[in-house]
T-cell receptor, first 114, second 112 residues
């Protein structure tokens, strides 16, 4: 069965530090890749997505992610975090071909201290 | 455009009861998916509806069911509630079956 692994469950950073959250998936075929964010008290919001094309995708709020097919990875990055980035981040995949079944990782809780 | 709306936002039920949750997708979206979010199991896919037909089903017992109406609104039903059904139930909509999904605020179900 397909699965998604997020390496870090909890990350604590100071403002202005750089962020990289790891995400690996297990599926040999073509996938669509997503990062969602859940701010405290808010609903899941899409940060960025990859369907095809340039493997380096840019999302909202200065986030970007790189799809490395050979490593089955889709890591999320941000060069300088802010206190407002404190949230839970979820990596997710769907199998290409018309299926809307999102498979989520366990999530990473990010706390940014001023 | 208005986002995905879910009603009710909070529910408290007792074991053995049944519950119906409602989801209104973003206008023009035809696909609706449901997810369960719990601290222990994380986010798990329940099912997907498109054009009033269930297209995908997750690994949940038959007590969990759903349907979609001609206006794309969807309901999910859980019968014979168990304590373990306490969770945040999320609905997500998508224009079709190959695009990103947009999530609603969820319905928090507590089973006592």
């Amino acid at each position: 069965a397909q699965s998604v692994s997020q390496h870090n469950h909890h990350v604590i950073l100071s403002e202005a530090a750089s962020l990289e959250l790891g995400c690996n998936y297990s599926y040999g075929g073509t996938v669509n890749l997503f990062w969602y964010v859940q701010y405290p008290g808010q609903h899941l919001q899409l940060l960025l997505k990859y369907f095809s094309g340039d493997p380096l995708v840019k999302g909202i709020k200065g986030f970007e992610a790189e799809f490395i097919k050979s490593k089955f990875s889709f890591n999320l990055r941000k060069p300088s975090v802010q206190w407002s980035d404190t949230a839970e981040y979820f990596c997710a995949v769907t199998i290409s071909g018309g299926y809307n079944k999102l498979i989520f990782g366990a999530g990473t809780r990010l706390a940014v201290h001023p | 455009k208005a986002g995905v709306t879910q009603t009710p936002r909070y529910l408290i039920k007792t074991r053995g009861q049944q519950v119906t949750l409602s989801c209104s997708p973003i206008s023009g979206h035809r696909s609706v998916s449901w997810y369960q979010q719990t601290p222990g199991q994380g986010l798990q896919f329940l099912f997907e509806y498109f054009s009033e037909t269930q297209r995908n089903k997750g690994n949940f017992p038959g007590r969990f069911s759903g349907r979609q109406f001609s206006n794309s609104r969807s309901e999910m039903n859980v019968s014979t509630l168990e304590l373990g059904d306490s969770a945040l139930y999320l609905c997500a909509s998508s224009p079709d079956r190959a695009s990103e999904q947009f999530f609603g605020p969820g319905t928090r179900l507590t089973v006592l």
